[in-house]
């Protein structure tokens, strides 16, 4: 599965931005899609994910309430809608792939920057 992340920028506190995530080659194979991110410094973490097939999102506490993940099956495309942007969200956020079977997730997009301007 390839994956291709888009939609960062730059984004005053309390703002909003929407990433986007294009999967191609063998998509049939993913049971989950997630985001996760990583700051400078700091070790690349959770921030949320869905099963594709049966819809069902979690989230990391720290954007719960704030941040949307959500999936477009027949478009291979999954959205992380965020809202209320904090600074502590400036990161590379990444996309990434769990394929049917596999306990970790095996692919991963380039990613994308977000940066929150206080």
């Known amino acids: 599965v390839q994956l291709q992340a888009s939609g960062g920028g730059l984004v005053q506190a309390g703002g909003s931005l929407r990433l986007s995530c294009a999967a191609s080659?063998?998509?049939?194979?993913?049971?989950?899609m997630g985001w996760f991110r990583q700051a400078p410094g700091k070790e690349r973490e959770f921030v949320a994910r869905?099963?594709?097939?049966?819809?069902?999102?979690y989230y990391a506490d720290s954007v719960k309430g704030r941040f949307t993940i959500s999936r477009d099956n027949a478009r291979n495309m999954v959205y992380l809608q965020m809202n209320s942007l904090k600074p502590e969200d400036t990161a590379v956020y990444y996309c990434?792939?769990?394929?049917?079977?596999?306990?970790?997730?095996?692919?991963w997009g380039q990613g994308t920057q977000v940066t929150v301007s206080s």
């Open positions: 869905i099963i594709w097939s049966g819809g069902a999102t």
């Open positions: 080659g063998r998509t049939a194979s993913i049971s989950t």
């Open positions: 990434a792939s769990r394929a049917t079977g596999n306990i970790s997730f095996g692919s």
